[in-house]
Nanobody
């Protein structure tokens, strides 16, 4: 059983930056693909970014590409989401999620139902 705890959310002005962190415990962190999803009020949960277990491959939604950067530190069991040039439409609850890597299986990193474990979420509000 993997526990995920997000932190780093808050209120920021348009154009500002935030860095989210997600600390994992209870599993072998380096064997999990990690993703960040977000959900705005009244909207469906949507994919933001993902990173492979080794950290060698990263994936982004078009809406955040060039502004957000996902990274991981397997020694610290932590995944990060650096968010720059934030816009009001980035306002949402941000969730991190873990996908247990399975040999020979393709990981559909953009699909929320691929992920087994989820954090409780952290609120990000972009407003002046």
């Amino acid at each position: 059983q993997v526990q995920l705890v997000e932190s780093g959310g808050g209120l920021v002005q348009p154009g500002g930056s935030l860095r989210l962190s997600c600390a994992a415990s209870g599993g072998t962190f380096s064997s999990y693909g990690m993703g960040w999803f977000r959900q705005a009020p009244g909207k469906e949960r949507e994919f933001a970014a993902a990173i492979k277990w080794s950290g060698g491959n990263t994936y982004y939604a078009d809406s955040v590409k060039g502004r957000f950067t996902i990274s991981r530190d397997n020694a610290r069991n932590t995944v990060y989401l650096q968010m720059n040039s934030l816009k009001p439409e980035d306002t949402a609850v941000y969730y991190c999620a873990a996908y247990p890597a399975t040999y020979g299986r393709t990981w559909y990193w953009g699909h929320w139902n691929e992920y087994t474990y989820w954090g409780q979420g952290t609120q990000v509000t972009v407003s002046s």
